[in-house]
């Protein structure tokens, strides 16, 4: 069951960035944001308000550093993917977010000292090269005359605004529990999105009323939000950190396939070319730490 949890929860989460590319040019990202988490704060709210009300002191306490966390991982990570999509394809967005990990990896050890072997750093390398890659769509020229698609640079601030989020985790107040923390996320996401909506829509809040995007918003904030996160804690409970990261490498897999049959985006070379560098360095990087792990029970 956990298996298939963290499948589905990937595969959510592919849904989300395929359905953002698919309406925007219906909806502005900063509104799309805000619609989302609103409502997810909504439905979560009856078991939310209680726990957060109990642990108040906590919340109180530590309030610098879990504004920090809803700022980096629910006010910017999602509204940046948002933007980049009004300008990219989703395609694009998907692979590049694939290389965060190991963006995580390189700024652990830049901020923190963390220890990295020549084999993760070399891992590193080929995934930013990938990274490259995507953003220069193959063409060196771009890269020469930074000539980049305003909507892939968006992509690239949302994958280092998330490698931050990752980072504060190891500062997350151990009295909360998982649903508290995650309430209290969005609550700080929604406040932040609220006056950047209403600015985006020139002080009127006016949304589209058509089924369709009705639906895209109610997927976004139940699908890849709540069940989501909750069957993403599940999964790292029953398997563990490690092997449920595992499977976040499967979301460019679902999204190539959902953006192909829904978008009808095409697959370029250097989309190939740009996923095989990626996927090399987490491999190899993968690989190297598990060779660490080894060594060190022997």
Known sequence: MPYLLLILTTLFWAGNFVLARAIHLDMQPFTLAFLRWALALLIIA?????????????????????????FLGVACFNTLV??????????????????????????????FGERAGKRQWLGVALSMTGVLV?????????????AFNQGDLWIFLAMLSWSFYTITLRWRPTELDGLTFFGFSVLVGVLVLLPLMLWEQGGEFVIPTTEPFLLTVLYMAIFPSILAFLFWNLGVERL??????????????FGLLLATVF?????????????????AGLYIAILAQSLRRLGKTT
């Not at 726990?51 to 809803?70: H, I, N, S, T, Y």
């Not at 978008?263 to 996927?279: C, D, P, R, V």
Request: hydrophobic share 55%; no cysteine.
């Open 134 to 146: 995507l953003i220069s769509r193959g063409q060196f020229e771009v890269l020469t005359g930074f």
């Open 240 to 253: 563990g950190a490690a092997t449920a990261g595992l499977f976040l490498h499967l979301m460019p897999m």
């Open 46 to 70: 009856p078991w939310w308000l209680p726990r957060a009300w109990r642990l108040r002191q906590v919340l109180k306490d530590r309030l610098p550093m879990l504004f920090l966390q809803g």
């Open 263 to 279: 978008l009808g985006e095409s697959l370029g070379l250097y989309h190939l070319a740009g996923i095989l560098l990626i996927f």
């Open 82 to 111: 948002y933007l980049g999509v009004q300008h990219t394809q989703a395609t694009n967005a998907m692979l590049m977010q694939t290389a965060a990990p190991l963006m995580i990896l390189l700024l652990g050890a830049l901020l």
